[in-house]
């Protein structure tokens, strides 16, 4: 299979008949974008170029046709041949109906109701105008604890520019709809008892600032709004999103931006909320935009996050504690320096950037994130001699069902353990990571505190030593569409960039190149040690791409 794999021409094309596998094939051609090429039975999701983000796709799109699949489906059947005859065995077409969930359902029993009622009243909100009342995952908890730490990390300001004088009546008319449309653009986050609650508002004061300026540009203008912004104090139980709209007369452009906690949203979120506007506004050239009231509650219904966390709330927490007691007993947390307790760091370590060419992954049978894993697992096993590590990694978090179109921040951080065995080859490695991600996805949305506390005999305070997050998704579609993030001119060193772990490795897309970068901690390695680590993680990519067969050295040699 591997030999054929790597010489299309010794494959014997099998075309699909059935009308099942005839529809399946569409759905595949238009989520991979694979154009006229044909499809054949035997061909493999993923030696195709499928990811995770992919796969997603693959589910919306099949439930759109009445066809149930799942993230992991695709994961344990990626050929076309498997996941056609899965889908014949299943044989239960989805409805289109969405659920409707009962506010404040998910509150425990640990919630008390009307005491969250009247903080609420405290803070000045109006009980008729809440929607819903739900609890945070642990990722929001950190995230909201950083939006109001002092030095606002996770606060985000994100753009998107034009050209031309913006049609401020039409913009605002499609940032009013943008907000009724997903909810947690109109939630707010209050204190309550050890963590931390989100209440949704029905009807959300849209604040809208417009500035207009002769000659300063857009940057120096986006950064005196974050500057207005940090004049005022930021409380809990205040409204975090904010847009403004900018025009540059001078240079005849416009940017909007749109204020965010990282809370509130996560990269899939933007991509789904720049393109509603640009669809929406389009030109600008008229007053006018339609939106049909069947599709505008069909949209609000299945990006509500409220879906997502019925649909977390739905899954055996015992089933995913036992996964995770089983697959991390007798482990600890890897970590690049030892740390005898848990303290929060400040500022920034040595970053590193390096790039690997996209097409040493095609053909593996294995997404570039699970190759990104297996070199990460090698290097820092070597780096530190110990043939068993543990790290994490981000996941999307939107495996579960009717989960793929909503609008959050669904990200989660999971553990990855690797213990090497004698005998492993590069093969080996990536087989046994690609099992475990598969086994992980069906428990992947319990939260890292969770994890922590509650399956393991770690120390309460471990934080994660290293993150793996592999961008599925090209920036290069924002950059063209003039989407960024607005990065602050000037850091502010007395506060420092807050952080929790020794070293974030991320992949993105790049053009015809994967861009790999390494941040690190401040005090965690020497900037030599950071480029040699660099270096060697970027090697391994190539060469376990390349020799997938090849031996691996214990990691104590």
């Not at 596998?21 to 991979?32: C, Q, T």
């Not at 950083?146 to 998107?160: E, F, G, I, P």
């Not at 389009?282 to 509500?304: L, N, R, V, Y």
Request: glycine letters at 6%.
């Amino acid at each position: 299979e591997q030999l054929t794999s790597i010489n299309p021409a010794q494959q014997q094309y099998q075309p699909p008949t059935t009308p099942l596998e005839v529809a399946l094939r569409e759905l595949w051609i238009s989520v991979l974008k694979l154009g006229s090429r044909k499809i054949s039975t035997a061909d493999n999701f993923l030696e195709l170029g499928g990811d995770s983000i992919d796969a997603m796709r693959l589910v919306g799109t099949a439930r759109d046709h009445g066809l149930s699949l799942s993230v992991v489906d695709i994961f344990k059947y990626p050929k076309f041949s498997d996941m056609a005859a899965l889908l014949r065995s299943l044989d239960k077409p989805q409805s289109e109906e969405p659920e409707v969930f009962q506010p404040t359902s998910l509150l425990s029993k640990d919630h008390n109701k009307d005491q969250i009622l009247s903080r609420l009243v405290d803070f000045g909100i109006e009980l008729g105008n809440v929607e819903d009342i739900l609890p945070v995952t642990d990722h929001q908890a950190r995230s909201i604890a950083m939006t109001h730490s002092a030095s606002r990390d996770l606060l985000l300001y994100h753009t998107l520019d034009g050209k031309g004088v913006p049609n401020m009546r039409k913009m605002r008319a499609v940032c009013d709809e943008l907000v009724n449309r997903y909810d947690l653009m109109r939630t707010l986050f209050i204190a309550y008892k050890d963590s931390f609650l989100q209440v949704v508002l029905k009807a959300f004061p849209v604040d809208i600032t417009v500035l207009t300026s002769e000659n300063a540009s857009l940057e120096e203008c986006t950064e005196e709004l974050r500057l207005r912004d940090r004049d005022d104090e930021l409380l809990y139980g205040s409204l975090l999103t904010k847009i403004a709209i900018l025009h540059q007369i001078r240079d005849n452009e416009y940017r909007l931006v749109v204020r965010m906690s990282h809370a509130q949203h996560d990269g899939m979120s933007l991509m789904k909320m720049w393109n509603a506007f640009e669809e929406m506004y389009g030109d600008g050239s008229d007053d006018s935009f339609h939106i049909p009231s069947d599709t505008s509650f069909q949209e609000k219904s299945k990006a509500s996050f409220s879906n997502y966390m019925h649909a977390v709330a739905g899954t055996s927490l015992e089933q995913a504690k036992s996964h995770w007691r089983r697959l991390l007993n007798g482990s600890s947390m890897t970590n690049l320096k030892p740390h005898a307790s848990h303290a929060l760091t400040f500022g920034e370590g040595p970053c590193v950037t390096r790039h690997v060419p996209k097409s040493i992954a095609q053909g593996t049978g294995f997404t570039f994130s699970t190759v990104l894993k297996a070199a990460w697992a090698y290097v820092l096993a070597k780096h530190l001699a110990n043939d068993d590590v543990v790290f994490c990694n981000l996941t999307h978090g939107r495996g579960l069902p009717g989960t793929q179109d909503v609008f959050g921040a669904c990200v989660n951080i999971i553990p990855t353990r690797v213990s090497f065995t004698d005998g492993w080859t590069v093969y080996d490695l990536l087989s046994a990571l690609n099992t475990q991600q598969i086994a992980n996805m069906e428990h992947e949305n319990i939260g890292t505190r969770q994890i922590v506390r509650g399956c393991t005999t770690w120390p309460k305070w471990t934080y994660a030593g290293s993150i793996v997050y592999h961008h599925d998704f090209d920036d290069g579609e924002h950059i063209a569409h003039g989407r960024s993030m607005h990065v602050e001119q000037e850091l502010d060193l007395s506060h420092g960039k807050v952080d929790m772990t020794d070293v974030h490795i991320t992949s993105k897309p790049d053009n015809n190149m994967f861009q790999i970068e390494l941040d690190f901690a401040p005090g965690v390695v020497s900037e030599r040690d950071a480029e040699l680590l660099t270096a060697k993680l970027t090697d391994t990519i190539i060469v376990f791409c390349n020799f997938m067969d090849m031996p691996l050295l214990s990691p104590n040699e």
